[in-house]
């Protein structure tokens, strides 16, 4: 579903990612550990074309997303991001946050957005906030209402870029949870974490990164319970 | 000091000069201010452009009008540019308000602009995530968002835009202070004129402080006039 070949970034001078080959398939769940600065979002961020491509290629679906002639509104579309920071629209209701991009882009109506909207927050549990604005909500609520926000467009994937790393630790698990519904249901997910026991439980597969190229990936039963390379030990000795 | 025999009642003779100056202050300045805000809001953008043959002519025109001082550019537009363009004058006001907006604009575009860049980029993040083209984002998320930020300083360009627009009595045109020039050379006295001018200026503005404390209430996000939307199903 998600085919990534030799994909190099950088910025300005400096290379973060120095030639990444993947392959996510369908509904499956892949998490991305890895030190901080070992490109890992950056990766994540290149696969919407957030971060701009310098050398490679990612295909959606058989798409080639750095393609000048792909339309990248429509392909951002049917993926989903999750941020570190939410960065809900402060200027709207929950509920105007979740039905804006179904309006405008896929022309729904405003009773069937709105329905739309109710229902997932339903799923996220959050159906009371509805209009209320994203401020008066705590972190680990405006995290699932991005998540919310990102489902309204019925995307074929989601990535999350450590969307518990900026909650208190009380609220990480009402936002794991919401995530662990998702992979049960059979979302295709690239998610970039430090929650290790998360990527542990739900990933089908996990993928170590350092100093901008994938070290080591597999089953998270073999990647933490008997890691090979030497740096892979290095970094789960430190988190586990 | 004269003050124990101030002679108000030369200012009531004038009276219709000075409603004729008032109502003209306040007829350039908003001209000059809409005017200042279209055009502003379309250099802000090109600073905010990442197109070098965008972004610098509209550096270039914020750095001119910001660095000249309005006097001389309304007599360059009153008395050089418009006679070189159309042949003629087309009188003060015409010359005053194309002054007024285009030194207006200069100063609108940079807060326009710094409201813009004070929107933190993941809002953008998130709206080209959800599909939005750049332009889309703009509309629905960065400029509300930023416009509420503007509002204020956009209140002080306003105020400033009011007083500086007395400056065009230099081209003749018959505003506030030009009344009181006015009276004050028919009568050789100069306290009544020009407090009375000091005092209108002082009015005016201080309605306009009203009405931008107004708009700023008005926009700010703890507002919601809908409260509950009707047709909802409520939890």
């Keep these: 579903m998600i085919k990534v070949e030799n994909l190099h970034k950088y910025f300005d001078k400096l290379e973060v990612l120095k030639g990444i080959d993947y392959e996510i398939k369908e509904k499956e769940v892949v998490c991305v550990i890895g030190p901080s600065g070992s490109g890992k979002s950056t990766f994540l961020r290149c696969i919407n074309l957030l971060e701009e491509i310098t050398d490679g290629s990612i295909y959606i679906d058989g798409v080639k997303v750095n393609d000048p002639k792909t339309d990248i509104n429509e392909i951002r579309t049917e993926v989903g991001m999750v941020f570190q920071q939410f960065n809900l629209f402060p200027h709207m209701t929950v509920l105007d946050n979740i039905t804006m991009a179904p309006m405008l882009i896929r022309k729904m109506t405003k009773p069937d957005a709105e329905k739309l909207a109710l229902e997932l927050l339903d799923k996220v549990g959050l159906r009371v906030k509805a209009d209320n604005y994203p401020q008066q909500l705590s972190g680990g609520q405006q995290q699932r209402v991005a998540i919310a926000r990102a489902l309204a467009m019925k995307p074929k994937v989601m990535l999350f870029d450590e969307p518990t790393s900026a909650l208190d630790p009380e609220m990480v698990n009402e936002v794991l949870d919401v995530m662990k519904q998702l992979a049960l249901e059979g979302m295709t997910m690239v998610v970039v974490t430090h929650e290790m026991g998360f990527a542990r439980e739900v990933a089908d597969r996990v993928v170590f990164m350092d100093g901008g190229f994938i070290v080591e990936q597999g089953e998270p039963e073999q990647l933490f319970g008997n890691p090979q390379n030497e740096r892979t030990k290095a970094f789960l000795g430190k988190v586990l | ?235």
């Design chain 2, 1 to 235: 000091m004269d003050f124990l025999e101030l002679r108000w009642d030369i200012i009531w003779n004038y009276r219709e000069l000075f409603l004729r100056g008032i109502w003209v202050t306040i007829l350039l300045t908003i001209c000059g201010y809409v005017g200042g805000i279209f055009l502003g809001v379309l250099i802000g953008l090109g600073e905010t452009s990442k197109k070098k043959w965008i972004y610098w002519p509209s550096k270039l025109y914020v750095d001119l009008f910001r660095g000249t001082p309005m006097l001389v550019q309304i007599l360059i537009i009153h008395l050089a540019l418009i006679p070189a363009i159309f042949g003629q004058s087309y009188g003060f006001m015409v010359s005053g308000i194309t002054a007024l907006i285009l030194n207006c604009a200069a100063y609108n575009a940079e807060i326009i602009r710094a409201g813009i860049q004070s929107i933190d980029k993941g809002q953008m993040e998130a709206a080209r995530s959800l599909g939005l083209t750049h332009s889309q984002a703009m509309r629905k998320i960065i400029l509300p968002q930023a416009f509420r930020r503007m509002i204020p300083p956009l209140g002080n360009e306003f105020i400033a835009l009011l007083k500086d627009s007395s400056l065009v009595t230099v081209i003749a045109a018959n505003d506030i202070l030009y009344a009181a020039k006015v009276v004050a050379g028919a009568y050789n006295r100069f306290w009544e004129p020009y407090l009375v001018a000091a005092l209108l200026y002082l009015i005016l503005t201080y309605l306009v402080t009203k009405v931008v404390a107004y708009v700023e209430r008005r926009f700010s996000n703890s507002y919601n006039p809908r409260k509950k939307k009707e047709g909802r199903v409520e939890a």
